[in-house]
């Protein structure tokens, strides 16, 4: 008998254990299929067919004023170059750049620094440069360049300097040419003075570029200035979503882009590369975001939330994907630029020195792996088709083509966060540096093959900019798809399978 009254009362306290439980689930559940809206009232972005369509960051096609589709470029950057371009940037060549943050912005008062710790670039201590690089030759990237008894002192296998410790009398003595050329040639970028007590050596891995927290008004005043000042449009067309402009309604933007398409490819073009440019600065914000920042040490990752409101298509009234595809125009023009330059590294006597012969021979070998690469891409920009018109208004729009390019490279001192004005005015110096190297053809055909030229001439801050903004852009098409597109497939699965 006393057994029956045990097994009576344990199916009681099973009974009063999950009863409650069973209850509330009923309860919720029938509460839910009352109060849930019907399927075709829920929100678009849960109502994809597929995960590729509520993951607008899939693009495809045929990218606009080129023949190359976007699939070609995700495979090639992905398996070919991201990876060794992202060891390239991580060797002691390529990580320390020489940059003036303190140069004053020309255009405005600057009332708009950011208060945020992280905002701060750490500059590298003096004791912590390499003596090889600075000896005082801050132009030049050659041993010979530097003084003996300089470099003998460098015990270090960090120490930069750049190119070969065997050059000849007669390369020596072109070295003089290349100052006077220096000042003379026609560069796409405002240069900072190396030699100015406010520059600084800057450790580019120690300071990566993420979001910091600086937005708002003194933020869109510079990209403002940007497209409304130097992208050759006149103020009575309104650029999409422009915070700063007159409110239009329910423009789309289709009166901006049919007066785009009506400019000719050279103006097309810059349009572009500044909207490509800018874009890829805003991805990487979204995919080192501050999420976290506690008494302990902050936690950087993807906001899938921002990337949408940046970049979705049902966020940004179709403006996303034009973003987005520019990005690859960007990449496009900057792939080409490198495999045009190709030949200048390919002279025996060109080695990236940092005093380190194992890792120079190492570092040279993986740049040209690189070069290599691009050169066998079958679908690059053709620049041929840029200024060539009537030989005297090419040379005009060319020149206004610099003259603009120029100029944004001023307004980058006019960003008030340090850490995001160091990473502006490295990738606009890239990026002009692949626009010099695209319009100097003929001067790279003509190098010679043992010793340097005045005709064209590649400084090692622009070779550092070169690689490292390629290496941003680079980074971008792998971030779109690992980083910020999977978030968002993840979404779509758990969405669609709620309901």
């Known amino acids: 008998m006393w057994r029956h009254i045990f097994l009576m009362l344990g199916l009681l306290a099973l009974a009063w254990l999950f009863g409650d439980r069973v209850f509330d689930w009923y309860q919720g559940n029938t509460i839910k299929l009352k109060t849930d809206p019907p399927k075709s009232e829920q929100p678009r972005s849960l109502l994809a067919d597929t995960p590729e369509q509520s993951c607008f960051c899939h693009l495809t096609g045929v990218l606009d004023d080129c023949f190359c589709d976007i699939e070609s470029i995700d495979s090639f950057n992905n398996f070919k170059i991201y990876p060794r371009v992202k060891r390239l940037t991580e060797r002691d060549f390529f990580r320390y750049y020489r940059v003036n943050l303190k140069r004053p912005c020309p255009f405005w008062p600057d009332d708009g620094h950011c208060s945020n710790r992280d905002c701060n670039v750490e500059p590298c201590p003096e004791s912590m440069i390499p003596v090889g690089i600075k000896s005082g030759n801050f132009n030049k990237y050659s041993k010979a360049a530097a003084p003996v008894s300089d470099v003998a002192s460098c015990e270090r296998p960090t120490d930069l300097g750049a190119i070969n410790s065997t050059l000849s009398n007669q390369s020596k003595e072109a070295f003089v040419d290349w100052d006077r050329h220096d000042d003379a040639q026609d560069h796409f970028c405002e240069i900072d003075d190396e030699s100015s007590p406010d520059a600084a050596y800057v450790d580019l891995l120690l300071n990566p570029e993420r979001y910091t927290g600086y937005q708002g008004p003194s933020a869109w005043r510079v990209w403002n200035s940007i497209y409304e000042e130097n992208c050759f449009k006149p103020r009575s067309v309104y650029r999409p979503l422009n915070p700063l402009a007159p409110t239009r309604g329910d423009d789309d933007g289709e009166g901006f882009y049919n007066w785009l398409e ?117 679908m690059h920009f053709d620049e041929s088709s840029m200024f060539a018109g009537k030989k005297l208004e090419a040379k005009i729009l060319k020149e206004e083509f610099r003259l603009h390019f120029k100029n944004i490279s001023r307004i980058m001192d006019c960003v008030g966060c340090s850490k995001c004005r160091l990473w502006g005015k490295l990738q606009t110096q890239g990026l002009g540096t692949a626009l010099k190297i695209l319009f100097s053809e003929k001067e790279i055909q003509s190098l010679t093959e043992n010793s340097p030229s005045s005709a064209f001439q590649l400084t090692r801050q622009e070779i550092v900019a070169l690689l490292n903004g390629f290496g941003r852009f680079s980074t971008r098409s792998s971030v779109l798809h690992q980083v910020l597109c999977t978030p968002l497939q993840r979404t779509w699965w758990k969405n669609t399978t709620k309901y």
């Open 262 to 378: 009506g400019l000719c490819l050279e103006k097309r073009v810059f349009y572009r590369l500044i909207s490509g440019l800018h874009t890829s600065i805003n991805m990487h914000l979204c995919s080192q975001y501050l999420l976290d920042e506690g008494w302990g040490k902050s936690v950087w990752g993807p906001n899938v939330q921002e990337f949408r409101q940046r970049f979705d298509p049902a966020e940004t009234k179709g403006e996303g994907t034009r973003r987005l595809k520019n990005l690859y125009f960007l990449y496009l023009i900057e792939l080409r630029a490198l495999s045009k330059v190709a030949p200048y590294f390919d002279r025996s006597f060109i080695n990236l020195y940092t005093g380190n012969n194992q890792e120079d021979g190492a570092t040279k070998d993986l740049l040209l792996q690189i070069f290599n690469e691009t050169r066998a891409f079958p």
